[in-house]
């Protein structure tokens, strides 16, 4: 079975902290794994895939397969970074499923 | 456009009525999702449409039907619900359901529905 594990539901930094959202797996198959983020009053979006590599406002986030782990990263955090942020799998053969974690709220405090 | 967009904001239902969720997108996709999300819950998928087929469906009660009109309008049809159906309902859509370096969901901002 699919699942998504956020352990932390809330992580409160100061502004300037480093942040480290955790996310761990379970897929059998080959996973597409993204991560997808809340601002306050605003529509469910993008923030990263793990098959682009990429780096979206300083967040970064790397696949181990050894650990089953997708850890969103970012070295320095702003109050703009606030946030409810969902880790998400997709299922194989195809992008249909997208399976979420439980979220992890952001607070960045001055 | 880029945008999935969604009608109503808000319904209230009784359990005896009929009412309809739609959503829209023009951006070309040809894959397009409902998601239920439950207060403080992660979105659940209901329903997945793919070139206006309908391919998934999460084992989603009966008194939930889906339609796809065409390929830039999706509905929801709901009959008979029950106060546990209250929730934020989703629609979302990709380009198609293949992965690609490009695979991406693009989410409405929902359609909040109480059950009364």
């Known amino acids: 079975a699919q699942r998504v594990t956020q352990p932390e539901k809330l992580l409160s930094v100061f502004k300037g902290a480093p942040v480290e959202l955790k996310c761990n797996y379970s897929?059998?198959?080959?996973?597409?794994l993204f991560w997808y983020v809340q601002y306050s009053r605003q529509r469910l979006q993008l923030l990263l895939r793990?098959?682009s590599r990429e780096s979206i406002k300083g967040f970064t986030a790397d696949l181990n397969k050894g650990e089953t782990s997708f850890h969103l990263k970012k070295p320095f955090a702003q109050e703009e970074d606030s946030a409810m942020y969902y880790c998400?799998?997709?299922?194989?053969?195809?992008?249909?499923?997208?399976?979420f974690g439980t979220g992890t709220r952001l607070l960045v405090s001055p | 456009d880029t945008e999935v967009t969604q009608t109503p904001k808000h319904l209230v239902m009784g359990m005896t009525n009929k009412k309809s969720l739609k959503c829209e997108q023009h951006?070309?996709?040809?894959?397009m999702y409902w998601y239920k999300q439950k207060a403080k819950k992660p979105p659940e998928l209901m329903f997945v449409?793919?070139?206006?087929?309908?391919?998934i469906n999460e084992s989603v009660p009966s008194r939930f039907s889906p339609e796809c009109p065409n390929s830039s309008l999706l509905n929801l049809h709901l009959h008979a619900l029950q106060p546990e159906d209250s929730a934020l309902y989703l629609c979302?859509?990709?380009?198609?359901?293949?992965?690609?370096?490009?695979?991406?969901?693009?989410f409405g901002q929902g359609t909040r529905l109480t059950v009364v």
């Open positions: 979302a859509s990709s380009p198609t359901t293949r992965r690609t370096m490009n695979t991406e969901a693009f």
């Open positions: 897929y059998s198959g080959s996973p597409e």
């Open positions: 793990h098959i």
């Open positions: 998400a799998l997709s299922s194989s053969p195809g992008f249909q499923k997208l399976v």
């Open positions: 951006m070309g996709h040809r894959a």
């Open positions: 449409y793919s070139y206006e087929k309908l391919s």
